[in-house]
Nanobody, 124 residues
Framework: QVQLVESGGGLVQAGGSLRLTCTAS????????MGWFRQVPGKEREFVAS????????YYADSVKGRFTISTDNAKNTVHLQMNSLKPEDTAVYYC?????????????????WGQGTQVTVSS
């Protein structure tokens, strides 16, 4: 069983930056894709970004393209989400997800393990 733990969330003003980190432990995802999703109350979980474990393939939601960057650190079993130029509409609980395959997906069903989430709040 894989455990995913997110960190780095918090409160930031619009235009600011945050860096989220997901640390995997247990049976690691070596070779499989990783991703980030977000969710606000009353709405479905939304795809943010995903990456192959070697970092060569990345996907981003249109709403974050050019502002967010996903990356991996294989030696540390971590995945990062650098979030710049944050907007109030980025406010959500952000979840790290472990993929089912080598190629990253963009749907929640493409991922099999989930972290507990970390709150990101962007004030206007």
């Amino acid at each position: 069983q894989v455990q995913l733990v997110e960190s780095g969330g918090g409160l930031v003003q619009a235009g600011g930056s945050l860096r989220l980190t997901c640390t995997a432990s247990g049976r690691t995802f070596s070779g499989n894709a990783m991703g980030w999703f977000r969710q606000v109350p009353g709405k479905e979980r939304e795809f943010v970004a995903s990456i192959s474990w070697n970092g060569l393939i990345t996907y981003y939601a249109d709403s974050v393209k050019g502002r967010f960057t996903i990356s991996t650190d294989n030696a540390k079993n971590t995945v990062h989400l650098q979030m710049n130029s944050l907007k109030p509409e980025d406010t959500a609980v952000y979840y790290c997800a472990g993929g089912r395959a080598l190629v990253p997906g963009q749907a929640a069903t493409d991922f099999r393990s989930w972290g507990q989430g970390t709150q990101v709040t962007v004030s206007s």
